[in-house]
């Protein structure tokens, strides 16, 4: 690698900066390279490695000096670079709904920089599944293998409820535009909740800050019928509907069936909880 570096020196001798880099790289946020460098400083080498995180394609020096605006440095040799996300995603077939938070930390350069012959093989039997999986990243010249074992957390594209302002504890009317329907990849969507309707009917077991995802144990069901308080009784019967009153003899929240007392008359039925003080009864 000196060699090389000591003739593009002499042929180059007016660039201030010289940089040979690996044959191919894969990229990653953050990405480190196995790399020599002649007369370049700390920004340079910054801005070399800021380049390849983003790049994707064959990397030239011509290419290189558009993308940093820094004339000064120049490539001793074309470097091909391929996303990290991208293979793992095309090796195991995630689908688009899926992505991966990789541990890049447990990643260094000298493994996903190489050479020409190099490649690198993926396997992930997890990935598609809510939790931490263990990604088997092996580099490999058909003949040499060198295995590297990389953590990731599944995240999945999920409809969710983010809050537009912080709301405190105590706050017990929850209203529709305190929150906003958003996409976003989250790890867990099992434990998020979604039903926007019906928000207006639970309260909050926490403080919670703006631009936080809504989750189930963030609230609690508000009672909305109380034993003893009469409520509006809507009875539903082939199409028509009327109305009276009863009294609960329990407490109620959204979705329950709850007892009942006819006022009038006494008698005992049963009815679901439909909103506060309002139950319904389907004959």
Known sequence: MLTILTLFVTTFNSFA?????????????????KASYIKCNDEQRNKFTDILSASQGKLTT??????SGDKKVNLA?????????????????????????????QISGKFTSLKKNEFIKVSCDSCHLEGLSNIKLTKTDGMKHNILWVSAK????????????NLPYSFDSIKDNHFKEM????????????????LAFHKLTKNISKNHVLKYNDIIKKELVRYGKPVK????RAGLE???????????????????????????????VTNTNEVKVSL
Do not use: W
């Open 17 to 33: 900066c010289l940089i040979e880099g690996p044959a191919k790289v894969y990229t990653y946020d953050g990405v480190s390279v």
């Open 62 to 67: 011509n290419q290189y000096q558009r993308a």
């Open 77 to 105: 040799n074309t470097i091909e670079t391929y996303s990290l996300e991208n293979l793992i995603r095309t090796k195991i077939k995630l689908p688009k709904n899926i992505r991966l938070d990789i541990n890049t930390n």
């Open 154 to 165: 599944t995240l999945f594209e999920t409809k969710v409820l983010v809050s537009t302002t």
């Open 183 to 198: 996409t976003k990849f989250i790890a867990s969507p099992t434990q998020v909740f979604t039903n926007k309707s019906a």
């Open 233 to 236: 009784v809507i009875i539903s």
């Open 242 to 272: 009327m109305s009276t009153k009863a009294s609960p003899m329990e407490n109620g929240y959204l979705g329950d069936e709850i007892k009942l007392k006819n006022i009038m008359t006494n008698k005992i039925f049963v009815g679901k």
